[in-house]
């Protein structure tokens, strides 16, 4: 009814080719961005922060980058628990190393330094793919962990084994440590996602997403058109991980603000991940973030609900809601084996024609 | 009508080419060229080395033996992907689309060797990416015009019918504007009316832009209506290099096709 095309004429090719063609669906992102920065600051709390708002930003980035790997440039990846390792081992590594770099560049250079390991553990990719890749990548899951176990370098020969990150500022403010407030640590992570969301679309949109998705759909006929499938696949890696890596430094950093990384960054981390993009839908931006709520907020959800509600047990909902989510995961991926993600575009693109069906 | 036509010097020509697979020999001391702006066709039965012939063209495949000129100039062994860039554009016997990419997204794939913006310009998007991208969605609209396709646009390939991706395929090789275009049986499984489409296609695309094509056939009043010439291969060898009428009435020609009592 609202929700429609029609009359929205486009004149040229830059107007066709925008990121969201859709009157109504420009106004919808506008809003929902001038609430979630201008609005939702002043009345986030402790609970809404840590159970709620920074695990969906955190988990958001952590499916976008794999998304780019295996959505978009179909290489399974098992390895995303590692690089969230690397990513938060590399922004302890240089707040630590140097406390008067700038909290956003220490974020943004972990990204960096994820990249280059990435780059290093997709070099299989361009012999081995489907199946026998994500086994290759789970190496990189275990010896990037034992990895940070092993060596004391890492954890700056701290006792425990653990690294927490120490108090740093953005104008004045306290954005990571114990000292940071809610809407502090809320605000900084939304920008690195939403900036972080919109490089992912214009990359994807471009030449570089065009090539990735032509080695994913098929890589021979691909390279025969023209994309040399060592860029392609190292980029996927690369770009890949960076994302990863600014998740796990945002994950470490703002979020847990000390962790140790067995517990931390373990197998089903990765699985997690890969989850998310399954259920959100592979080869979607939209369905990175959709995956990443399903995944972290219908849990909380049921718990708030079954505990809050109905007053039943904490042990026992804890159960309950193991059977629940993943009896909803069956559920849609029956439903609709794309993901939520193409759910949501077929209901618009029924939403266009209502209320005549025909 | 084809003898009359006149035709620049060779754009590519392949010497002595020999192809084995372990003992299997695939191609044995081939040699033709192909003339700038002509329409060569291959032809042979089935296994003749038809398509291992366009592979060692593009690349994919190395021969043991034999050299490969192109544009003046022999070429070393090189990937796939840089003898693209060279110029060399092809489809494929059996649909090679992106299925899960729009019609135009798989066009402008096509075009990717001449896209340049590097990773920085393009997370930016505004400036030189969105600039170039508009540029060759221009070219690109171009070839939608002219193969008819603009309904199917923003359909994903995977959705369309047949006859359909063929064209879209053809499209997809037409937008890298390569000065060789290798058409491997673009008419297969399609019906009459779709075959004079992809024809009409063809003659325009050669006639228009000058195109050089090379394209492998079965159907033998095609090959014969469109061809200036035409080269014959069985059992990896070349039986027979000429044009269409001569190569009509060729003896071994015709054994081949209808098979000779061995006595």
């Known amino acids: 009814m609202f929700y429609r095309e029609s009359g929205d004429f486009k004149t040229s090719y830059a107007a066709d080719q925008q990121t969201f063609p859709i009157r109504f669906d420009r106004i919808v992102i506008a809003l929902v961005l001038v609430f979630a920065f201008a609005v939702v600051p002043f009345f986030i709390n402790d609970y809404w922060e840590k159970s709620i708002l920074l695990p969906f930003l955190v988990w958001s980035l952590a499916a976008l980058g794999l998304n780019i790997l295996t959505g978009y440039c179909g290489q399974v990846s098992l390895g995303t628990g590692g690089f969230m390792a690397v990513g938060a081992y590399a922004c302890y590594k240089l707040t630590t190393g140097f406390p008067d770099l700038n909290i956003i560049f220490v974020i943004l250079l972990s990204g960096g330094i994820t990249a280059l390991v990435g780059i290093v553990f997709g070099l299989p990719s361009l012999r081995i793919k489907g199946f026998y890749l994500a086994v290759a990548t789970l190496a990189s899951q275990f010896f990037l962990v034992w990895l940070f176990n092993k060596v004391p370098w890492f954890y700056n020969y701290s006792a425990s084994g653990q690294i927490s990150m120490p108090e740093r500022t953005l104008f004045g403010t306290a954005v990571t440590g114990s000292a940071a407030t809610p809407w502090a640590t809320y605000l900084f992570s939304l920008l690195f996602v939403v900036v972080f969301a919109f490089i992912a679309r214009n990359l994807t949109r471009g030449r570089l997403g065009r090539s990735w998705m032509a080695i994913r759909d098929m890589d021979i006929a691909a390279e025969i058109i023209g994309v040399p499938p060592l860029q392609a696949k190292l980029s996927a890696f690369a770009v890949s991980s960076f994302y990863i890596g600014l998740s796990g430094a945002l994950f470490f950093g703002v979020y847990l603000g000390a962790v140790e990384p067995t517990e931390a960054f373990g197998i089903d981390k990765s699985f997690l991940v890969l989850f998310m993009i399954i259920i959100g839908g592979l080869g979607s931006i939209f369905g990175s973030f959709v995956g990443a709520a399903f995944m972290t907020l219908l849990p909380v959800l049921f718990k708030n609900i079954m505990v809050g509600g109905f007053g039943w047990p904490t042990d026992m909902v804890q159960h309950f809601i193991f059977m629940l989510v993943g009896g909803l995961i069956m559920f849609f991926l029956i439903v609709e084996p794309h993901g939520l993600a193409q759910l949501w575009r077929v209901t618009k693109e029924k939403l266009r024609l209502w209320p005549f069906p025909h | ?263």
């Open chain 2, 1 to 263: 009508m084809n003898s009359t036509r006149k035709f620049g010097d060779p754009i590519l020509a392949v010497n002595n080419i020999s192809l084995s697979f372990g003992g299997v020999k695939a191609l044995t001391d081939i040699s033709f060229d192909i003339l700038q702006g002509e329409i060569r066709a291959i032809i042979g039965p089935n296994g003749a080395g038809k398509s291992s012939m366009l592979n060692v063209i593009n690349g994919f495949y190395q021969p043991q033996e034999g050299e490969v000129w192109f544009d003046g100039k022999l070429r070393g062994p090189l990937r796939p992907y840089e003898i693209a860039r060279q110029g060399i554009a092809r489809t494929f016997q059996n649909i090679a689309l992106f299925k899960g990419m729009s019609t135009l997204d798989n066009l402008m794939t096509g075009r990717i060797t001449k896209m340049h913006a590097n990773m920085f310009w393009q997370a930016l998007w505004k400036g030189k990416a969105e600039n170039e991208e508009l540029e060759h969605r221009e070219r690109v609209e171009h070839i939608i015009d002219f193969l008819e396709i603009q309904a199917i646009r923003k359909t994903p390939v995977g959705r369309l019918p047949y006859g359909l991706q063929k064209r879209v395929e053809l499209g997809r090789a037409l937008a890298a504007e390569s000065k060789l275009l290798l058409l491997d049986e673009p008419m297969a499984g399609m019906n009459l009316e779709e075959k004079q489409d992809m024809c009409r296609f063809i003659l325009e695309v050669n006639d228009q832009f000058g195109t050089t094509i090379a394209l492998i056939e079965h159907d033998m009043s095609v090959v014969m209506d469109i061809a200036d010439r035409v080269v014959v291969l069985d059992y990896g060898k070349k039986i027979g290099d000429g044009y269409p009428d001569e190569v009509r009435n060729d003896k071994d020609v015709i054994d081949a096709y209808l098979g000779v009592a061995h006595d």
